[in-house]
């Protein structure tokens, strides 16, 4: 049967001061006033059952998710104790879902992303579906590239296989590049951005765990002897600190065999820093605003104000400006990869952790 399960532990820290730890990225509202995880669970409820939508998440996340998604069953809601990277949320789920279903099939799909064409996102799904039935692949869907972005793993396309969607056999999984590399892969044409989203058999990737993840696979296997008994949480508990987490690109992907890749022909953005925000704001001359906001003389900005307060720039250019309330942030546009590390300087400092 099919699942969908969808990954709503993370962060979201390259959007911060927007995305904070209590109110990160996927729950945002930035499209349609509704959230990003409320956008993601509804674009697949045509193709998935609500009953067969299952989400990984932490403690903290708990009730937002809850009261987000009143329609999801408590019972489809995964926690973890810790977060561990996407290999160990994937790996838990997938031997959970095993337990339920020994035929599973995983639809891996991030709480954050934005998508237009829904139904060719829909058709693009199931063709991957059906690849990860017949040649029991790892399926990942590919972006035509349109800049050189360190901030994305890339896939380069090999041979040509089935399908109406252009699928190709994965020649090499490279996680986010340096600039260099990412201007050649751009150059080559050969190479997909990774969307993050992965289709395949959960029996299929429990394999690929003990081949070449063994450490994980071992605690996967101590969590699906425990599942559905009293030491179920325990046990899940003393597994996770034994695991050192990773990312299933890192873990499994560069090293997989089984991979292929479905290049997509809907418009997708992982909206993963402020410039990929720009597209919902409002053209102010040569920038890019939202809310209270006057610029004069000022040009390639992206200034996010709030209904509170007036933010007035005056000669300004090439600046992110973001107005938290609480927090506001002035930072140079070729900054906003490096927001991560910002974040962990500043909880360096016990009098700022409160802001983070």
Known sequence: MLYALILAGGKGTRLYPLSRSDTPKQFLKVVNNKSFLV?????IMPIVEANNIYIVTNRDYLEKIREELPYISQENIFVEPAN???ATCIGLSAVKLLKRDKDAVMMVLPSDHYIEDEK??????MQAVEVAERRRGIVT????????????GYIEMGER???????YKVARFTEKPNIEVAKDFLLKGTYLWNSGMFIFRADVIIREFEKYLPKIYRSLMEIYQAL??????????DQYKLIDGISIDFGIMQKTR????????FIWDDIGSFSALNRFL?????????DNVFLDQSENCSVFGNKENLIIGFGIKDLVIVNAKDVILIMDKCKDQEIKHLINELSEYSDFKKYI
């Open 258 to 265: 089984k991979a292929f890749v479905i290049k997509c022909d």
């Open 120 to 125: 060719e996102f829909q058709e693009t799904l």
């Open 141 to 152: 869907i590919g972006v035509t590239p349109t800049a050189p972005e360190t901030g994305y």
């Open 84 to 86: 561990k990277e996407t």
């Open 228 to 237: 559905d008994t009293p030491q179920e949480s325990s046990i899940i508990e």
């Open 39 to 43: 956008n993601t669970v509804e674009r």
């Open 282 to 290: 409002k053209k102010y001359g040569g920038n890019f605003v939202w």
């Open 161 to 167: 296989t089935q399908g109406n969607i252009a699928t």
